[in-house]
């Protein structure tokens, strides 16, 4: 028999203020932890863009800088085992907490991971087709080149103008199928299609709030990522112990 659809609950704006400030304290709690996973997040980050400067691409960092946040819900589902222990008060056990993770590659949150790295594959994608159509005539070989163009051009400010809509709708997406599908994904036994329309249902529940927090999401990981990303190391786990205190609220426990 297949599992029935979960519940959702409407939040307010003073529910996600809440689980923002849960989410500071349990970052507080495990700092370890929250260091640890946002440091090879950032580390990832700074990987990839050492990367396209060695292969000529630099001109590619700001677009994929951009895009980048779009994969941290998946990045964070090492904090939502942290927080469901500080919750139940379980020990935070190295060893489990992390084979709590690797065995989630046998379960439908692998599934997940493909979702999200698809829907980053199509931002990177729609980038370099955009460029291809506003700047495909222009010459940019660094980032600073591709900076100038892109910010003092009629070309420029079209790509950026289309761009940023395509780049919104895809966030807004993304954002609306992952909101609370991983940590639902990690805590009960359901497949992923069923998660991805449980998120849905609840950003439905609360558009204004939940959108509200999408945006406030957005800014904060770009914000953390300017520094060369290292602030992820705070942003990321802050954000991840969040969101798990949101799909809590979210997504009530089945009596």
Known sequence: MAPSMPRVNALTVADLRECLMLGLSDFARAPLYGLFFGGVFAAAGIAIVLGL?????????YPFAIGFPLIGPFAAAGLYEVSRRLEIGRPLDRA??????????RREISWMAFVMLFVFWMWMYQIRLLIALFLGRMSFSTLEKFATIVFTTQQGWI?????HVVGAALSLILFSITVVSIPLLMERQIDFVTAMITSVKAVIASPGPMLGWGVFVTIAM???CAPFFL?????????GHATWHIYRRAVPVAA
Request: glycine share 6%.
């Open 231 to 239: 602030g992820l190391l705070i942003v990321l786990p802050v954000l």
């Open 222 to 224: 770009l914000v953390a």
């Open 159 to 163: 790509f950026l103008a289309v761009g």
């Open 96 to 105: 489990q907490v992390l084979s709590v993770i690797w065995a989630q590659r």
């Open 53 to 61: 400067t060695a292969w000529d691409m630099p001109w590619m960092i």
